[in-house]
């Protein structure tokens, strides 16, 4: 069963950056996409960015210029850099593996003030 682990989630102020951090266990990680979505509360889920098993990068038009998506396959970990943050990506912040049982993780929250 493939399972993530978010972290690196936090407070910060309008215009900060901060760095998303996603281990993942039980896959072999490598021949897969990975995928960040995130979550506010009373909207839905949109997907933000996404990264190919050939390292090939997608963004959401909303943070694309502005967030980093890369993969580490020697740690099994995905990473999204995030920069210029404003309010509007607050929101809990998930990862997934596009994988067989791969499935969204518990979660980071990330805190954009004004």
């Known amino acids: 069963q493939v399972q993530v682990v978010e972290s690196g989630g936090g407070w910060v102020q309008l215009g900060g950056s901060l760095r998303l951090s996603c281990a993942v266990s039980?896959?072999?990680?490598?021949?897969?996409?990975m995928g960040w979505s995130r979550q506010a509360p009373g909207k839905q889920r949109e997907l933000v960015a996404a990264?190919?098993?050939?390292?090939?990068?997608a963004y959401a038009d909303s943070v694309k210029g502005r967030f980093t998506i890369s993969r580490d396959n020697a740690k099994k970990a995905v990473y999204l850099q995030m920069n210029s943050l404003t309010p509007e990506d607050t929101g809990v912040y998930y990862c997934?593996?596009?994988?067989?049982?791969?499935?969204w993780g518990q979660g980071t929250q990330v805190t954009v003030s004004s």
């Open positions: 990264i190919a098993a050939d390292r090939t990068p």
């Open positions: 039980g896959s072999t990680f490598s021949g897969y996409g």
């Open positions: 997934r593996s596009w994988e067989e049982g791969g499935s």
